[in-house]
Every structure is written in structure tokens, then in C-alpha cells.
């Protein structure tokens, strides 16, 4: 089950991935608001007590792992709140019930601050990494909108390749088989990050969440 990564922060150079918690989502909610991202990510606007469902169901659901983008400099030592120091989100998801190791990934970074800056690209390795070290993942899929150039470009450089286009939802469709040189190569590339517990980081000494 997914809940696997509820407690798991992955610390990275620019960017910490941490679960998404009801903390987070006013500041997704406001994000979804944006025609552009909407158009980006395929998504209707949501309500505000819908989000809070989508995410519950998010945590709950078995094949779907999601963590927020949080910038790391701003983040440690609690000097900034999550909320105010996210930039985004990535989401795995197990799309194919007969093929477990088959992970379609999703990167979006929704503060246009941080964008062209490579932050989605860590997030993205960070990701693809968690997904094949715990989840046994050992194939991605990216379905990308035709004028995202931006995205598909990234993951181009990530050695994911072209393998179709759907005219009808202008959508790219990319790939990558993870054999033992692609494993090798995501590790070293992910092999800075740590891993470590969103309690322990978000709950000074002694206090803990009931």
C-alpha cells in the first residue's frame, strides 16, 4: 500500500520531498486556481472541502504515491512552515493493475519562480528513485500536454525517449526501461539524498502528533 511513504521526508539539494498532509492543501487549493496549471495538469478546479477529500484519498489509495516539493533552503530548521516554502508536487502512480512495475510519473512545479531552475528535475530523480529502491518500479511513463516543451525536454535529459502521441488529447507519451545501467545511473544521481521521518523533523522533542 501506499502508505508506505507517509512518514518518509527524502531531503535532496534544492529540493525535500515530504508527504502531502492536510497542512498542505490551501496552498495547493490556491495553486488549482490557476487556468494555466489546470491546463498543464489536465484538472478541473476543485472546491476547497474536495481537495481535502482528494488528498485523504490520496494517502489512502494503494496505488498512488505522492510527495509536496518543499525549496530546501528555505525549509530546515522549521524556519519556514511548509506551507510556505512549497514549489510543488510529484505523484507516482501504479496505472497498470497487471504490471506492478510500471510507474507513470507526474512532476509539477507550480511556483513560477522556481521554475527552469532544476527543481523538477531533482524531485523527478528523487522520485524515480524512491520508486525503484521501495516499490520495485522498473519502468516509467510521463504523458506530457504537446506544448509542454519545457517538461518533455526534461525528461528527455533523463533518458526517458518518445514512444507515442495522442492527437485527440495532445498528449506526448514517454518512457524509460530502468535495466541495471539506468539503476546505476539514478542512484549515483540521487546517492546525496537522505531519508528521514516527517514526525521526528515536524514535532519538537517529546511531542508527538496524536
Not at 524512491?130 to 509542454?148: D, M, P
Request: glycine share 6%; with cysteine; proline share 3%.
Amino acid at each position: 500500500a501506499m502508505k508506505i511513504n507517509q512518514n518518509t521526508v527524502l531531503q535532496g539539494k534544492r529540493v525535500t520531498l515530504v508527504p502531502y498532509t492536510s497542512a498542505h492543501v490551501p496552498r495547493y487549493h490556491e495553486w488549482m486556481q490557476s487556468e494555466e496549471l489546470q491546463r498543464l495538469t489536465a484538472s478541473e478546479p476543485l472546491s476547497l472541502e474536495q481537495e481535502y477529500e482528494m488528498q485523504r484519498s490520496w494517502r489512502e489509495d494503494t496505488d498512488k504515491c505522492t510527495f509536496i516539493v518543499l525549496d530546501s533552503e528555505r525549509w530546515p530548521g522549521q524556519a519556514c512552515a511548509d506551507e510556505d516554502c512549497m514549489v510543488g508536487d510529484v505523484n507516482l502512480f501504479l496505472t497498470d493493475a497487471e504490471d506492478p512495475t510500471l510507474g507513470e510519473i507526474e512532476i509539477m512545479i507550480a511556483e513560477p519562480g522556481y521554475r527552469g531552475r532544476g527543481f523538477g528535475k531533482e524531485a523527478t530523480l528523487m522520485m524515480m528513485s524512491y520508486g525503484v529502491r521501495k516499490l520495485g518500479i522498473t519502468k516509467f511513463e510521463a504523458k506530457i500536454g504537446q506544448e509542454n516543451e519545457a517538461s518533455i525536454c526534461m525528461f528527455k535529459k533523463l533518458h526517458f525517449k518518445e514512444v507515442a502521441v495522442n492527437s485527440v488529447f495532445q498528449e506526448v507519451t514517454l518512457r524509460l526501461d530502468v535495466d541495471d545501467q539506468e539503476r546505476r545511473w539514478l542512484l549515483e544521481q540521487t546517492n546525496h539524498v537522505e531519508e528521514k521521518s516527517y514526525i521526528e523533523l515536524k514535532q519538537p522533542a517529546g511531542v508527538l502528533e496524536t
